[in-house]
């Protein structure tokens, strides 16, 4: 099974930027769509971002708004999330995961074990 291991998170001030990434082992990484969810605490899991096999497509949650970008670099096994304008409610842990297809109506994530994702917190 391939392992994804999530960092760059951190402690930031509003409107502030960060860099998440996500590395991934094996040699199936470029087969899937990948993407990003993020978890408040006392909230579900929410949809970040999700980005197709050749990185030509991309979609994001509403509450983006363009402030944040996905990619990858499929010769390193590496998906990111740039984060810009930063608000307090971006507070949560991020998580990566692969996607079985890039269909942003379903997003059906490959892996049910969730890695131990990064901490992005957003101070006032």
């Known amino acids: 099974q391939v392992q994804l291991v999530e960092s760059g998170g951190g402690l930031v001030q509003a409107g502030g930027s960060l860099r998440l990434s996500c590395a991934a082992s094996g040699r199936t990484f470029s087969s899937y769509a990948m993407g990003w969810f993020r978890q408040a605490p006392g909230k579900d899991r929410e949809f970040v971002a999700i980005i197709s096999r050749s990185g030509s497509s991309v979609y994001y949650a509403d509450f983006v708004e363009g402030r944040f970008t996905i990619s990858r670099d499929n010769a390193k096994n590496t998906m990111y999330l740039q984060m810009n304008s930063l608000k307090p409610e971006d507070t949560a842990v991020y998580y990566c995961?692969?996607?079985?297809?890039?269909?942003?109506?379903?997003?059906?994530?490959?892996?049910?074990?969730w890695g131990q994702g990064t901490q992005v917190t957003v101070s006032s």
């Open positions: 995961n692969a996607f079985w297809d890039y269909d942003v109506s379903r997003l059906r994530t490959v892996y049910d074990n």
